[in-house]
């Protein structure tokens, strides 16, 4: 009897906390008063059956006098039943609060948040109080109903829910079938109207802390989805109780539910971003230094905000399909299966394109945590895709070009600098001995930097989404211009030739200048004319033909770079091959380093025909008289000897054929001239077969030691011979005379 009344005494302590009322507290401590006053007294005096029936009726006897309950009324001299009392007007909020404090006792005494293994007998104790304190089925339920969901909201016990689920279906069936507690219980409709309100104001309490909850999902279900799906179905149940009426007043909460849904996951997934953006900028500012400013802080933070929302976004589904029983059936196409996705993929895109309007104001080259930023984004972007299957985050791209189009310009100045460095250490000697084409130092330092630079580019343009055309063409045109460049100075750098007097005469019209056969034995001394008509130049003689090899092996070379360059953005960016259609990738710079090829071939054949060899021909070669001491072929052949030699050696496999064949065309050509228009050469017919032993060692030289097809050879050097003729006849013809 001890225990029982520290019981009452304890929830009629709760009840009091809780009404607030003074009415109700003057009530309230008659009724300890009349119910603990018999039970402390019977039990200091024993608990016998006499003892715990006489205590019953002073209780009975308390309780009438407060007018809780009456006797009924006596039949003749029979005495009044003492065990039947008469129900009389019990408050009905107070009745409800009671009952709830002794639901309490469902629950494990060591865990509030867990029912009693033996609930089953207690409250079967406690359905003795329902006549008294004038409840049903449904007003327990109710109660039910308040007690867990309110210990719910206490102590965050996700073990409770089933039991709300069931207490709410139950509340929610109760109400719609019309069987309202108060009317059941037969009390007046004041009491009955009561007890509806009462059902409205916990369904209303319970969807208002749901809602609030739902406005920040992330924050408030850290445990993940399950509990707010389990949440949800409550909200809705409740929401469409309270609301729904008729036909229309249901299709209309239906509609207004889905709205709120749509908001909630708007509204959370903001207060999400945000959060993670102000932990994103507190961690950043605890690790940076004061003494040592942070310039690429922006870059990371972004990037550090994208991985972030990319773990956000594949969870925004799982988030998502919890409000699936907020969505409306449609006409013939059912759920909207993926619309509450697309709600919170929406708000992140916003989110993400506020953070990316920022980033173009910071952003304006690649590299650097700006290429670890856009890679984030990039699956962002990837992730947002695949729930809209649509297209999203414009401003990335946008984003993107403006990087490209800095980095390019920035490129370009850090370029022209690179090119006069490099260019200021060239030596212009081989790198290696044993290198197959020895090159210079400044085409290895070019296209390394170049192939790190299109290392970047193929990272940055694999990045979805792809690059517009015409921004990867800006990228393709700094290559060709470095490139081209390039070309252009090794070019420029070879000395300007001078007009040589066998050019001059190869260009003046035949006639116009040369004496006649007769008097040609008479003219000035040949040898001193051809010194005065080619001084030597000191700065082509500081320039050997090592040098001029070697720059044409390093056009060359650029040559086969930019092929494979390009072949290598064809490969590993195929959105590039499918725009360039098959065509060359870089056709500027290729054509740039063959014409630079072909203008170092000439430069150097002419240079050694017409320059190095020209004051042998004009003034030793068959003068006076092809009989001269040192006036043959034998003595240019041997000049030219180790210059050739030198071109197979230093010289790359796919010219050296090119420059001996150029010699030989070149000299074919200066022979002729040295034949047919050069004066101070006396020929008789006689020197004829002079002039083909001449001919023929010319032609085992370029066949033999040089390895020449001997038909080709033979082709090249037949004017000779015919000139030859020429001139022997005329030289017979003026000795006759």
Not at 378 to 404: D, G, S
Not at 462 to 478: H, V
Not at 494 to 505: D, I, M, N, R, T
Request: proline share 5%; net charge negative.
């Amino acid at each position: 009897l001890s225990m029982q009344a520290a019981y009452i005494s304890r929830q009629l302590a709760l009840l009091r906390n809780a009404t607030g009322d003074a009415v109700a507290d003057t009530l309230l401590d008659h009724l300890e008063s009349a119910l603990l006053s018999p039970l402390l007294e019977r039990g200091r005096r024993g608990s016998t059956r006499v003892n715990l029936e006489a205590a019953a009726e002073e209780v009975r006897a308390s309780l009438c006098k407060l007018g809780v309950c009456v006797r009924p009324p006596s039949r003749g001299n029979a005495p009044a039943d003492s065990s039947r009392m008469l129900r009389a007007t019990w408050p009905p909020p107070l009745a409800f609060r009671l009952y709830c404090a002794l639901l309490g006792a469902l629950f494990d005494a060591d865990s509030p948040t867990e029912l009693a293994p033996g609930r089953e007998g207690v409250l079967a104790l406690l359905r003795c109080s329902w006549a008294p304190l004038h409840l049903t089925e449904a007003s327990h339920h109710l109660a039910m109903l308040a007690v867990c969901f309110g210990r719910y909201q206490r102590y965050g016990a996700q073990t409770l829910l089933p039991t709300v689920r069931e207490e709410l279906d139950a509340v929610i069936e109760q109400s719609v079938a019309g069987a309202a507690s108060g009317a059941q219980a037969g009390v007046s409709s004041g009491g009955a109207s009561w007890w509806a309100s009462q059902v409205i104001v916990v369904l209303d309490a319970l969807a208002a802390f749901l809602a609030s909850k739902f406005r920040d999902y992330h924050a408030h279900f850290r445990d993940g989805p399950a509990e707010l799906s389990a949440c949800v179905p409550l909200w809705r149940n409740a929401v469409l109780s309270i609301e729904a009426s008729g036909k229309e007043a249901q299709e209309a909460a239906l509609e207004q539910i889905e709205q709120h849904a749509h908001a909630a996951i708007a509204s959370s997934v903001k207060r999400h971003v945000r959060r993670l953006r102000l932990t994103l900028e507190r961690k950043r500012r605890r690790d940076s230094s004061d003494e040592q400013p942070d310039s690429t802080g922006g870059e990371r933070a972004l990037a550090s905000l994208a991985t972030e929302l990319r773990d956000a976004i594949q969870l925004a589904e799982q988030w998502a399909e919890c409000f699936s029983v907020c969505s409306r059936a449609r006409p013939g196409g059912g759920m909207r299966s993926n619309a509450l996705s697309i709600v919170a993929v929406s708000v992140y895109e916003q989110e993400l394109a506020a953070e990316i309007a920022i980033a173009m104001s910071t952003f304006h080259s690649v590299g650097g945590e700006a290429m670890g930023a856009i890679e984030q984004l990039a699956l962002v972007k990837l992730a947002l895709e695949r729930v809209t299957n649509k297209p999203v985050l414009p401003e990335l791209e946008r984003l993107r070009e403006q990087m490209l189009d800095g980095w390019c310009a920035k490129l370009h100045e850090v370029s022209q600098a690179n090119l006069r460095s490099i260019f200021e250490h060239e030596k212009w000697v081989p790198l290696s001995d044993r290198a197959a084409q020895p090159v210079g130092a400044s085409v290895v330092d070019l296209f390394s930097q170049l192939d790190v630079v299109v290392g970047i580019f193929v990272a940055f343009a694999s990045t979805p989404p792809p690059l517009p055309p015409a921004s990867a063409q800006r990228f393709i045109d700094f290559v060709e211009t470095a490139a081209t460049q390039y070309c252009l100075r090794v070019v420029s750098g070879c000395h300007a030739l001078p007009e040589s007097v066998l050019q001059k005469v190869a260009a003046t019209p035949v006639g116009s200048h040369a004496t006649p056969p007769n008097k040609r034995r008479n003219t000035a001394t040949p040898q001193k004319r051809a010194v005065e008509a080619l001084p030597r130049m000191p700065q082509l003689e500081a320039q050997p033909l090592s040098e001029l090899l070697i720059r044409l092996n390093s056009v060359e070379s650029a040559g086969k770079h930019i092929r494979t360059l390009a072949a290598r953005l064809l490969r590993d960016l195929p959105e590039m091959a499918m725009h360039n259609a098959g065509a060359t990738l870089m056709p500027a710079a290729e054509q740039m380093c063959e014409t630079a090829c072909r203008d170092l071939l000439d430069h150097i054949i002419t240079r050694q025909v017409f320059y190095e060899l020209e004051p042998h021909l004009v003034s030793r070669l068959y003068v006076p008289s092809p009989h001269a001491e040192g006036a043959r072929i034998a003595s240019l052949v041997e000049q030219l000897r180790p210059v050739l030699a030198e071109v197979g050696r230093l010289a790359s496999s796919s010219r050296t054929q090119e420059l001996l064949m150029g010699f030989l065309g070149t000299l074919a050509r200066a022979l002729g001239v040295v034949l047919d228009q050069l004066p101070g050469r006396a020929f008789a017919a006689e020197d004829r077969a002079t002039l083909d032993e001449d001919f023929n060692l010319l032609r085992l030289f370029f066949c033999d030691d040089c390895e020449l097809d001997c038909e080709l050879v033979k082709r090249t050097l037949s004017s000779l011979e015919t000139l030859a003729d020429q001139r022997c006849r005329v030289g017979a013809s003026s000795s006759s005379h």
